[in-house]
């Protein structure tokens, strides 16, 4: 993904532009360490709708088919603003799910997340797609996260159109 296709995209009502300082303490808050990849992508774009369909293929648990994440935003550090920030999503699902080290950062759709995974490094996390489900919340053990990246990075590079996806897989509905 190319930053040139966000900079005329719309930002969630009332988000300003976070500074790399400021993200960076609200990880080091929580015992983790952005990568300065992140923590400067996320300033300049947090709280932005992509104007494209923009997404990523991942296969879901216990499936052999890949399928297309429809990212519908990214999440924002702005403290004034609780609506798509990446501490109501950390505060409401990740945390209530007892995953402190997985930081939500994008939402596709309701509950799926595109998180930083800091389970393995708490300086070089992996990108992870995420279902929080209540049934994860009863279950914690449940397997419901799906690795996309081994870093933001290469994460950023793995994105794409849904009409990109189509093209290579067809469109395929699954009931």
């Known amino acids: 993904m190319k930053r040139s296709m966000l900079m005329n995209s719309e930002r969630t009502e009332g988000v300003r532009k976070v500074s790399a300082p400021e993200i960076e303490e609200w990880g080091r808050a929580r015992g983790v360490f952005f990568p300065l990849d992140f923590v ?6 947090g709280g932005i709708y992509p104007d494209e369909e923009w997404g990523y293929q991942f296969i879901p648990e216990g499936e052999n088919y890949p399928e297309f994440a429809d990212m519908a935003y990214f999440l924002h550090f702005d403290k004034r603003v609780g609506r798509h920030s990446v501490g109501e999503a950390y505060e409401s699902h990740f945390l209530s799910w007892n995953q402190p080290l997985l930081i939500p950062f994008s939402a596709s759709e309701i509950n799926v997340y595109a998180a930083l995974n800091f389970e393995e490094s708490r300086r070089n996390p992996s990108v992870y797609n995420v279902e929080v489900f209540v049934q994860s919340k009863i279950d ?10 081994d870093s933001f990075t290469e994460f950023l590079e793995i ?7 189509d093209a290579r897989h067809g469109e395929v509905y699954r009931f």
């Open 40 to 45: 400067e992508f996320l300033s300049e774009f």
């Open 140 to 149: 914690p053990d449940r397997s419901s996260m799906t690795w996309l990246a």
């Open 159 to 165: 994105l794409e159109t849904e009409d990109d996806f």
